[in-house]
């Protein structure tokens, strides 16, 4: 009996697996090679938009894009496509990082990473950073220094080049 027993402990350690946890990596979310942007455009903003007191338009930028380029144009008019387009269509464009962008909506004070004041037509050329292993949002900001009183046309065309 005892060598009974004995034989089917031997049997029942044979026969059981070890179970071994799986390996854990030691390579760095920066070291993992993933797609690359690089050599591609991607368009951010293509439209004719009314603005009445501050439009935004957010954008993403993915991971891995060692120097993303944003470059675009804008026209502002004076109330309607064809109106003016002097001073009197100013409006202000702004570049925002979610947490400049955050401030912004909160009515805190904050700065930009780009500010281009007061123009009614304006090229925009901005070299933004690096965006690692984590794709990075942005926000292309339009006000109205008149505020809703003067309404404005815009036409932007924005993309970035990778």
Excluded at 45 to 66: D, G, N, Q, R, Y
Excluded at 70 to 89: K, T
Aim: proline share 8%.
């Amino acid at each position: 009996m005892v060598a009974l027993l004995g034989a089917l402990w031997l049997l029942d350690l044979a026969c059981t697996k070890d179970e071994k946890p799986a390996p854990v990596s030691t390579v760095a979310p920066s070291e993992r090679v993933a797609p690359s942007p690089v050599g591609t455009t991607q368009t951010v903003l293509e439209k004719t938009f009314a603005l009445k007191a501050t439009e935004m338009f957010p954008f993403e930028i993915p991971a891995h894009a060692t120097m993303p380029h944003l470059n675009g144009l804008f026209v502002s008019y004076a109330g309607e496509p064809s109106g003016a387009s002097d001073d009197s269509a100013n409006v202000d464009f702004l570049v925002l990082n979610e947490e400049q962008q955050a401030d912004f909506s909160g009515n805190r004070p904050s700065e930009a990473m780009f500010t281009v004041e007061a123009s009614h037509n304006q090229a925009v050329n901005f070299d933004l950073p690096a965006s690692l292993n984590q794709p990075v949002k942005y926000y292309l900001v339009f006000r109205n220094p008149g505020g809703k009183k003067s309404s404005k046309i815009v036409k932007a065309t924005f993309r970035v080049d990778f």
